[in-house]
């Protein structure tokens, strides 16, 4: 199993990024995908979540600014977020899980820049 993020870099407050997601080595359409972060210092957050069913939830902090979107032909999942702010700087990881199944991908770094 293989989720590979990529997207992450530097960008100024107020900006956007997105994310990605590539999947292999599971069956992608049965699976919750999941955005977590992971700021210095912090522990590790979900941030965005979408099911096999195509239901989204965010956390409260990027409601309104953060988009979750899955294409399961592609076995991609995607993070749009726009309005970038600085707390908004950290490692983020896709998590895909089924029943007791759950795998992660490395991270990709997003710095946000005041």
């Known amino acids: 199993v293989q989720l590979q993020a990529s997207g992450g870099g530097l960008v100024q407050a107020g900006g956007s990024l997105r994310l990605s997601c590539a999947a292999s080595?599971?069956?992608?359409?049965?699976?919750?995908m999941d955005w977590y972060r992971q700021a210095p210092g912090k522990e590790r957050e979900l941030v965005a979540g979408?099911?096999?069913?195509?239901?989204?939830n965010y956390a409260d902090s990027v409601k309104g600014r953060f988009t979750i979107s899955r294409d399961n032909a592609e076995r991609m999942v995607y993070l749009q977020m726009n309005s970038l702010k600085p707390e908004d700087t950290a490692v983020y990881y896709c998590?895909?899980?089924?029943?007791?199944?759950?795998?992660w991908g490395k991270g990709t770094l997003v710095t946000v820049s005041s």
């Open positions: 080595g599971i069956i992608f359409s049965i699976h919750n």
């Open positions: 998590n895909a899980y089924y029943g007791p199944s759950a795998y």
């Open positions: 979408i099911t096999a069913g195509g239901r989204r």
